[in-house]
């Protein structure tokens, strides 16, 4: 009776840990993902601090598209079995100009991160969705920076 017992708790343990091994490994496959993920949403984070209402707006849109890519990073990383959770520390008492730095570097290093070898599939259409989004979202913070110049430069 009791090696009954021992072997059915042997089993329920190799029954909990055998998804938790899967997911490690499929952690191990593809970190780039949640690297992306984590650098878009720090990035939009930065993008979401009050400026004059021209640059608030192209800022507003570029945080937008980072959520797009965010959900199509979802969408890819959930096939491959990842966790998607992340809370990012974001300093947000950078100045002006080092904030407008920071937030395409951000972009930038999500859309090297979602551009290493992808062996699923069915993922890389999500992935290309992803780099769609993010290309509008630097093409906005790009126009955001200007007109933020722009009103620098006429005193407003």
Not at 12 to 40: E, F, K, V
Not at 88 to 112: I, N, S
């Amino acid at each position: 009776m009791k090696l009954t017992t021992i072997c059915s708790g042997l089993l329920a343990l190799t029954a909990m840990l055998i998804p938790a091994a899967r997911t490690a490994q499929a952690q191990g496959r593809h970190p780039a993902y949640l690297h992306a993920r984590s650098d878009l949403r720090a990035a939009q984070f930065l993008m979401r601090v009050r400026e004059e209402p021209n640059v608030t707006r192209n800022l507003r849109v570029a945080a937008d598209e980072a959520e797009a890519a965010i959900h199509e990073i979802d969408n890819a990383a959930i096939l491959d079995h990842k966790d998607i959770e992340d809370h990012p520390h974001v300093d947000e008492g950078m100045p002006r100009a080092g904030r407008f730095r920071r937030t395409m570097e951000l972009l930038r290093e999500a859309r090297a991160d979602l551009g290493r070898e992808e062996d699923n599939g069915r993922a890389r259409g999500w992935r290309d969705a992803a780099y769609r989004h993010i290309d509008g979202a630097i093409d906005h913070v790009r126009r955001a920076a200007v007109d933020a110049h722009l009103d620098h430069e006429l005193g407003f």
